[in-house]
Nanobody, 124 residues
C-alpha cells in the first residue's frame, strides 16, 4: 500500500505555469504506474499524464500534450506535473494516482490509490 499527497495547486492567469507534486509514502513510487487526473465540477475524471514503473514510457492526452510534463525524482519519492501555457479549461481538482497494474494508463478504474487532490484555477 502507498499513500499519496498532492501539492502545488493554486490560482494563475491564462498562460501561466504551475508545478504540482505528488509525494508517496509507505512504498517507493517506482513500484507503481503513476498517473495524474483532473476533475472539474460536473465532469468525469480525466486522464492528464502517466508514467510507467521504469519511467521510460510516458503518456499524455492531446488536450495537454506539449504543455504538461510528467517527471519523477525517485530519490525524493515524488512525481511532478509541470503545467505550462495554462488555459481556463485546465481548471479542475488535480489528483495523482498509483496503479500496480501494467496496463490502463488512462483509465481511472485501473488505479488502486489516490491522493486527496489539489485545486488548480486558471483565470482568463
Amino acid at each position: 500500500q502507498v499513500q499519496l499527497v498532492e501539492s502545488g495547486g493554486g490560482s494563475v492567469q491564462a498562460g501561466g505555469s504551475l508545478r504540482l507534486s505528488c509525494t508517496a509514502s509507505g512504498r517507493t513510487v517506482s513500484a507503481y504506474v503513476v498517473g495524474w487526473f483532473r476533475q472539474a465540477p460536473g465532469k468525469e475524471r480525466e486522464f492528464v499524464a502517466g508514467i510507467q514503473r521504469s519511467g521510460l514510457i510516458i503518456r499524455y492526452p492531446d488536450s495537454v500534450k506539449n504543455r504538461f510534463t510528467i517527471s519523477r525524482e525517485t530519490a525524493k519519492n515524488t512525481v511532478y506535473l509541470q503545467m505550462n501555457s495554462l488555459r481556463p479549461e485546465d481548471t479542475a481538482v488535480y489528483y495523482c494516482a498509483a496503479s500496480s497494474r501494467g496496463t490502463g494508463f488512462d483509465t481511472p478504474g485501473r488505479y488502486d490509490y489516490w491522493g486527496q487532490g489539489t485545486q488548480v484555477t486558471v483565470s482568463s
